[in-house]
């Protein structure tokens, strides 16, 4: 038969607590009580004076990387990362320092070339006046029988009082050949209407309305002549009567 094998003491169960372990747990739970009173007592005295916080309702969502409101300090001057800020030798360097493939620095020639307003207005207008020169010349010299008679550019500066008449006497010219050469047009038209028209009624697919024009007159003329000769015999059985007059056209 094998000998029982002994066991290790602190496998055993233990016996009942010590009277200074039970002491101790009947004091820790005291304790953690009055801290936790004196803690809350503390905070609300704290917090009584003081409304609650309620939070601005936002008008529409707004996530924390785009908020509504950002404070951005426009005197502070811009932060330099890495080193020591710039001295203001350097500062006043940068006013006149090139840079490759950048806007030129204020106060050169170039820089107000680019600002000035008046010098990009100046040359839009003179390029959209020269292509509408040369449009307009283009078409007047294909299109116009006079045009070998405007004036050329050397004569301006030498006579330029003989050259803008004749220029505008060109036009006029111009402008009578126009009205004539449109003027021949629709009377070819009207021509063309005419002869279609005849040659319809030659053939009996339209009506001639001349005929009926004519007719339509003399039944108008007759019945005039009816009601003028009954106005007379009104106007003779019975004395014309006198408008009353009138004043301020009331009374």
Known sequence: MAAPSTIPSFLLPRGGLSKSSLQYLRITPRR?????????????????????RVLEKPDKFRPPSHPARRVVNLNKSPRNYPGPPPTAKEIEDRKTKRYPNMFPPEGTVLFK??????????????????????????????????????????????????????????????AEHTTVVSKEKRKRISDDIDKRKEYRIAHGLEEDDRVKADDAQATEGVEGAIVEGADNVQSEGTASMRKPKRWLGIW
Do not use: C, D, E
Not at 116 to 127: D, E
Not at 142 to 152: D, K
């Open 113 to 174: 070339f680019l600002t000035n307003k008046g010098i990009h207005v100046w040359i839009s207008m003179s390029v959209l006046f020269s292509l509408a020169y040369f449009t307009w010349s283009t078409n007047f010299k294909r299109t116009s029988p006079y045009a070998h008679l405007l004036p050329g550019w050397s004569q301006l500066f030498s006579s330029p009082i003989s050259t803008v008449s004749q220029f505008f006497t060109v036009m006029k010219m111009h």
């Open 32 to 52: 953690t009580l009055l801290r936790h009173a004196n803690f809350s007592s503390s905070r609300t005295s704290h917090a009584a004076p003081t409304k609650p």
